[in-house]
């Protein structure tokens, strides 16, 4: 049998104690992943003509019109006001996202 390799004053006592830190870490991640995919967030457009709402997986939940948005003779205004409020809510997820997740990716990259 050949010699082990060095591992720079790694032990394998300490090298077993990183790999149950990252196990944990990871799980903690995919806990905390979970729950930011279960929580619901808000985007606003004007006047809250349309609201929208998306998972933290950014997938539209509900999307809610007011009549008064509806105009025949202006459809663009009615896209307008659906991208706002989607884009906000998105917004939203990923301010989330990085708030939850950033402490596990900070000094990696």
Same mark, same amino acid.
């Given at each position: 049998?050949?010699?082990?390799?060095?591992?720079?004053?790694?032990?394998?006592?300490?090298?077993?104690?990183?790999?149950?830190?990252?196990?944990?870490?990871?799980?903690?991640?995919?806990?905390?992943?979970?729950?930011?995919?279960?929580?619901?967030?808000?985007?606003?457009?004007?006047?809250?003509? @349309?609201?929208?709402?998306? *998972?933290?997986? =950014?997938?539209? /939940?509900? +999307?809610?019109?007011?009549?008064?948005?509806?105009?025949?003779?202006?459809?663009?205004?009615?896209?307008?006001?659906?991208?706002?409020?989607?884009?906000?809510?998105?917004?939203?997820?990923? @301010?989330?996202?990085?708030? *939850?997740?950033? =402490?596990?990716? /900070?000094? +990696?990259?």
């Amino acid at each position: 049998m050949g010699r082990m390799p060095n591992l720079g004053g790694m032990g394998m006592g300490n090298m077993q104690n990183l790999i149950k830190q990252a196990k944990k870490m990871q799980q903690q991640m995919e806990a905390e992943r979970e729950s930011l995919n279960q929580t619901e967030f808000v985007g606003k457009s004007a006047d809250d003509m @349309v609201i929208a709402t998306l *998972t933290g997986d =950014k997938k539209v /939940k509900d +999307l809610k019109i007011a009549p008064e948005a509806i105009d025949p003779e202006d459809p663009d205004m009615l896209q307008d006001l659906i991208i706002d409020a989607i884009n906000k809510a998105i917004s939203e997820v990923d @301010v989330a996202t990085e708030k *939850t997740m950033g =402490k596990y990716t /900070k000094g +990696l990259m």
